[in-house]
Each structure stands twice: as C-alpha cells, then as structure tokens.
Nanobody, 132 residues
Framework: QVQLVESGGGLVQAGGSLRLSCAPS????????????MGWFRQCPGKEREFVAA????????YYADSVKGRFTISRDSGANTVYLQMDSLEPTDTAVYYC?????????????????????WGQGTLVTVSS
C-alpha cells in the first residue's frame, strides 16, 4: 500500500531554515512518486489545514501560498524519489505540523492549491516549531 513519510521537522529560531523531505514507501512496480504531482500542507495550532506549495510531476511547475512565497521552495529529486520543502526566513507563525501529499492524476499545481480532493495519498506529518 502506498505511503508517504515526512522528515526534517524540528525546532528552529525565527529567521532560521529547515528542509523537509517526503519519500514514498510501498509503491508498486511502475508507480513512483516521480510520476505524481506532490504538495505540502500545514496545520497550525488551533487552525485548519492549509495549502503551502505544490509541484508538478516533472518539477517544471510549482505554486505557493502567498504566506510562504519567496521564503519556501518546493523541489523534487526523481532519482532519490523524494520531494523537498526548503523553508527559509522562518517565522513563529510557520509553526505547524507539515504534511506531504501525492496527486496521482497529475493536475497542475495551480489547481491543486484549491482542489485538494486530487491528493489521494497523505503522510502523517512532521512538526516544525519556530521560536521567537
């Protein structure tokens, strides 16, 4: 069964950086995360889950939430079968559990920002805490 595993979360001071990773496990032969559009979401304490960023299966297209644009970068390494979220200039308001998700339909990232139903597989999340 397809699963996604996030890693790289932790405690960082405001202004610092973290890089989150998302790697699949359990993909059957012929199906790898490099074939899917991928996204990152987060859920801040006491708030609903929100979209952060998405990247196309090829890595050529990406889309970001306004709150992270210019500070976060989503990328993928097809050889390593991993998707990354580089987070720079972190702020206390970035404190959240971060989730990655896979869209097996390969919808464009701009659509994925609002049409979350395309994401069929979700990870369990990794906690990022930004101290002031």
């Amino acid at each position: 069964q397809v699963q996604l595993v996030e890693s790289g979360g932790g405690l960082v001071q405001a202004g610092g950086s973290l890089r989150l990773s998302c790697a699949p496990s359990g993909y059957t032969s012929g199906h790898t995360s490099s074939s899917y559009a991928m996204g990152w979401f987060r859920q801040c304490p006491g708030k609903e889950r929100e979209f952060v960023a998405a990247v196309s299966w090829s890595g050529d297209s990406a889309y970001y939430a306004d709150s992270v644009k210019g500070r976060f970068t989503i990328s993928r390494d097809s050889g390593a079968n991993t998707v990354y979220l580089q987070m720079d200039s972190l702020e206390p308001t970035d404190t959240a559990v971060y989730y990655c998700a896979a869209d097996t339909s390969n919808v464009h990232p701009t659509t994925l920002a609002t049409e979350w139903g395309y994401f069929e597989v979700w990870g369990q999340g990794t906690l990022v805490t930004v101290s002031s």
